[in-house]
């Protein structure tokens, strides 16, 4: 959720923009055509989230990777993954519109299946290893649960799903397999000198995930479409 361009405006001029709060300004270089906007506003959080998870993760060239989660975080995640030089990104999702937005952003396979039967088809697309690094971008014990099973050993598991549990397995399936365990709230200031070069010289389009836009007024029903999966994320223009 953010603002965007002044109605009628073609370009944008040197501006500041938040990442997490006013004390986190950070000056766009140079004039930016208005059209960058929306990728611009998804480095306050929701494109480091994503590069943070990967990032936490471990991932590199040559990596094999699984997202958990087809929300703009994980799809974020999936970008940051080929970013970073990822050979396999695995996403589980079944959001059609959403995964599609996925295999755009570099998901070499889209998996839907959930549970056991999600975690049986990741270990058969890689010959029943699992992946060096899975990015759980939901925050429920189940995808939790589903992280576990397809990491691979000594992988790493990597969480920016705001958890909605206080227990969950730390126990043998992790100790056993040497899987680590990472993750947390993504200081998005210290990325955005990172990605601002790959959003402003179009390398890539973070804020393709946003699928619609409102003005102030509409924003309590921006959330509530979001909530209701109506929506992947909604921007809010002055």
Same mark, same amino acid.
């Given at each position: 959720? %953010?603002? %965007?361009?002044?109605? %009628?405006?073609?370009?944008?001029?040197? @501006? @500041?923009?938040?990442? @997490?709060?006013? %004390?986190?300004?950070?000056?766009?270089?140079?004039?930016?055509?208005?059209?960058?906007?929306?990728?611009?506003?998804?480095?306050?959080?929701?494109?480091?989230?994503?590069?943070?998870?990967?990032?936490?993760?471990?991932?590199?060239?040559?990596?094999?990777?699984?997202?958990?989660?087809?929300?703009?975080?994980?799809?974020?995640?999936?970008?940051?993954a080929r970013l970073l030089g990822a050979d396999l990104v695995i996403l589980m999702g079944r959001h059609e519109d959403r995964t599609n937005l996925g295999v755009e952003f570099g998901a070499t396979d889209v998996v839907p299946e959930r549970g056991e039967e999600g975690i049986a088809r990741v270990r058969e697309l890689t010959g029943g290893d699992g992946t060096h690094a899975v990015l759980e971008a939901v925050g429920y014990e189940n995808a939790y649960d589903m992280a576990i099973g397809v990491a691979r050993p000594g992988g790493a598991i990597s969480r920016v799903g705001?958890?909605?549990?206080?227990?969950?397995?730390?126990?043998?399936?992790?100790?056993?397999?040497?899987v680590t365990l990472t993750g947390g709230v993504a200081p998005a200031r210290a990325y955005i000198e990172r990605l601002l070069p790959d959003v402003l010289e179009g390398r890539v389009e973070p804020g393709k995930v946003f699928d619609d836009a409102v003005d102030v007024e509409g924003a309590p029903n921006a959330y509530r479409a979001m909530s209701e999966r109506r929506s992947l994320k909604v921007m809010v223009k002055p």
């Open positions: 959720m %953010g603002c %965007g361009e002044p109605a %009628g405006s073609e370009a944008v001029k040197p @501006r @500041r923009f938040a990442s @997490r709060t006013p %004390g986190t300004l950070v000056t766009v270089p140079a004039e930016v055509d208005s059209s960058l906007l929306p990728s611009l506003l998804s480095l306050s959080d929701v494109f480091p989230t994503g590069y943070h998870s990967a990032v936490s993760a471990g991932v590199q060239e040559g990596k094999t990777v699984t997202v958990i989660g087809d929300g703009a975080v994980g799809l974020s995640a999936v970008l940051s705001v958890p909605q549990y206080t227990e969950a397995n730390v126990g043998l399936d992790l100790f056993m397999n040497n």
